[in-house]
């Protein structure tokens, strides 16, 4: 199985900062990459896929980029709604293995 | 409107069986696999394996391989996850999601769940 590792595994962050978390893959995923955003009690959402493609309805602050083995999500400006745990997802082989997630904190 | 809706939680007992559904609507059902993701409370997601309706073929996780059955009925657009016999272990939620491909004519280059259902919360205690 490809393995995914995320870092940080948690970060607090203040309102209007700009926020990076990387993903990294076991071994090459081209951009079989989606990132995915967990608020406490719901279900996740797409925010990006294919490494850097936004899904229709995300804000504009959020945006993707990577391709091969190492990816990475930013927040531009980081705002309240934005707290929660980001988890990326590669889907190149079965099984389509998420990471182990970020959890994202508003100081 | 794309709607994926589960099943309510359930309370079983180690041993017990049990079946919960993921019911589609507003697409084309049967051009779409949807697939499975455990998360144990306070723990990450688990991609557990995936199912097309066309012609039910089934992918599962080498970790839920023979652990659990996805199965569907086409005539009521639903997807299914079961077991036969729970642990304790199994107490989670579980979410379906409908699968899709990105591709520009017929070339692809990522696949992602567009659509989550709410979720179904599994509780097995004795």
């Known amino acids: 199985d490809i393995q995914m590792t995320q870092s940080p595994s948690s970060l607090s962050a203040s309102v209007g900062d700009r926020v990076t978390i990387t993903c990294r893959a076991s071994?090459?995923?081209?951009?079989?990459l989606s990132w995915y955003h967990q608020r406490p009690g719901k279900a996740p959402k797409v925010l990006v896929y294919a490494a850097s493609r936004l899904e229709s309805g995300v804000p504009s602050r959020f945006s993707g980029s990577g391709s091969g083995t190492d990816f990475t999500l930013t927040i531009s400006s980081l705002q309240p709604d934005d707290f929660g745990t980001y988890y990326c997802q590669q889907s190149y082989n079965t099984p389509h293995i998420f990471g182990p997630g970020t959890k994202l904190e508003i100081k | 409107e794309v709607q994926l809706v589960q099943s309510g939680a359930e309370v079983k007992k180690p041993g017990e069986s049990l079946k919960i559904s993921c019911k589609a609507s507003g697409y084309t059902f049967t051009k779409n696999w949807i697939g499975w993701v455990r998360q144990v409370p306070g723990k990450g997601l688990e991609w557990m394996g995936i199912i097309y309706p066309d012609d039910s073929d089934t992918r599962y996780s080498p970790s839920f391989q023979g652990q659990v059955t996805i199965s569907v009925d086409r005539s009521v657009t639903t997807v299914y996850l079961q077991w036969s016999s729970l642990k304790a272990s199994d107490t989670a939620m579980y979410y379906c999601a409908r699968h899709v491909l990105d591709c520009s004519g017929l070339d692809c280059y990522s696949e992602h769940f567009d659509y989550w259902g709410q979720g179904t919360l599994v509780t097995v205690s004795s």
């Open positions: 071994q090459t995923i081209s951009t079989y």
